[in-house]
């Protein structure tokens, strides 16, 4: 069980829009950047937000990332197909002294 | 173009040790901290180690402390981790990814492709 929580799935039909949760602590999201990627198993994960709200180049501004208190969300607009990934937020954990992923939730793209 | 290949996946016994390298180019190596992040079947990713740019620091999961260790070359710009007394629960594919600082902070801007370690009698 990750001290950083996620729900396990989410789903949205193309063109919709989609919000997943992160809910971490004060040890973690409360005093740290939180950063999301978008994995495709068994390839490389992809960075798509990074200290809190900012995208990498490359990045569609259909992505967005936000963060209140011990909590964060990543929002897709849009959705797309190619959306379909397992997202991960991670923060920094000040208690464990290493970072923690929250567990990942499966987007499906209906 | 930045580029971190990994290498040094195998099949091993319980019990048993191998060492992962990961081989950076493209970037300042000295500049900056990597990680190892794992996904074992089924499940989702979690962070093994990370070292800082200087080596002088390094972070463990506590699933692998004691067992595990961290190293790297800046002369080779080769990251490395050394796997003892391997268990089942840690099969997986191992990631090599870098840090945005020199510091470990979960803020990974690129990563491998990933080699697979296999734990198996």
């Known amino acids: 069980q990750s001290v950083v929580a996620q729900p396990p799935s989410a789903s949205g039909t193309p063109g919709q829009g989609v919000t997943i949760s992160c809910s971490g602590s004060?040890?973690?999201?409360?005093?740290?950047?939180v950063y999301w990627y978008q994995h495709l198993p068994g390839t490389a994960p992809k960075l798509l937000i990074y200290r809190n709200n900012q995208r990498p180049s490359g990045v569609p501004d259909r992505f967005s990332g936000s963060k209140s208190g011990t909590s964060a969300s990543l929002a897709i607009s849009g959705l797309r197909s190619e959306d379909e990934a397992d997202y991960y937020c991670v923060a920094w954990d000040d208690s464990l002294s290493g970072p923690v992923f929250g567990g990942g939730t499966k987007l499906t793209v209906l | 173009e930045v580029q971190l290949v990994e290498s040094g996946g195998d099949v091993v016994q319980p019990g048993g040790s191998l060492r992962l390298s990961c081989a950076a180019s493209?970037?300042?190596?000295?500049?900056?901290?990597l990680s190892w992040v794992r996904q074992a079947p089924g499940k989702g990713l979690e962070w093994v180690a990370g070292i800082s740019n200087s080596g002088i620091s390094t972070y463990f999961v506590d699933s692998v402390k004691g067992r595990f260790t961290i190293s790297r070359d800046n002369s080779k710009n080769t990251v490395y981790l050394q796997m003892n007394s391997v268990r089942a629960e840690d099969t997986a594919i191992y990631y090599c990814?870098?840090?945005?600082?020199?510091?470990?902070?979960?803020?990974?801007?690129?990563w491998g492709q990933g080699t697979l370690v296999s734990v198996s009698p």
């Open positions: 990814a870098k840090d945005e600082f020199g510091i470990s902070t979960g803020g990974w801007d690129h």
């Open positions: 493209g970037f300042i190596f000295t500049s900056y901290a």
């Open positions: 004060s040890s973690n999201i409360g005093t740290n950047y």
